[in-house]
């Protein structure tokens, strides 16, 4: 009798679920869309250039610490014991600045990347709602940060269309 009821009830928790999704859903991949559209790519190309601009700067510091050192390496035998505790440290306080230089580019880098991501993300989370709502979809899955492992193909991918709206509405 117990077990009638189990399976009733799985019957019904079962039949619910199927019926609750048995809407039109569609997926959207948002970061094949960020690759993608004209405002994505300038700003991948304003980050490259920012990293590169962070990164000549940390090889200028490493180049001057690297010939500091081959000195000191080169002197420290002529140098008294003041001297060369002396340049040791000066060696110490230029290797713990660029420490913090290379810190501080890697969280400025990372604080841009999700300034630029966050704006572009929220521009084109409205275009999948008005694409969905055009389309009467009941749900539209993110493919990449969402979590969906698969979706069937017969599950409509609304990707390149917000990447045309997207474009079309923020020309970059």
């Known amino acids: ?78 140098l008294s014991d003041t001297a060369r505790a002396q340049r040791e440290q000066e060696l110490m306080e230029l290797q713990a600045q660029a420490q913090q230089m290379a810190y501080q580019a890697e969280m400025e880098m990372q604080e841009a990347y999700a300034k630029e991501m966050e704006a572009l993300i929220v521009k084109m989370r409205d275009i999948a709602i008005e694409i969905a709502k055009a389309k009467s979809y009941d749900m539209v899955l993110e493919a990449t940060e969402g979590g969906l492992v698969y979706h069937s193909d017969k599950i409509p991918d609304i990707t390149d269309e917000v990447i045309k709206k997207y474009d079309a509405k923020f020309p970059g």
């Open 1 to 78: 009798m117990r077990s009638v009821f189990v399976l009733m009830v799985s019957l019904f928790f079962f039949a619910f679920s199927t019926v609750a999704w048995a809407g039109e859903t569609a997926v959207v991949d948002f970061q094949r869309a960020i690759n993608e559209v004209k405002e994505g790519i300038k700003a991948k190309e304003k980050l490259d250039s920012m990293y590169a601009q962070r990164q000549q700067q940390m090889t200028g510091l490493e180049q001057q610490l690297q010939t500091k050192y081959t000195e000191y390496e080169q002197q420290k035998a002529l």
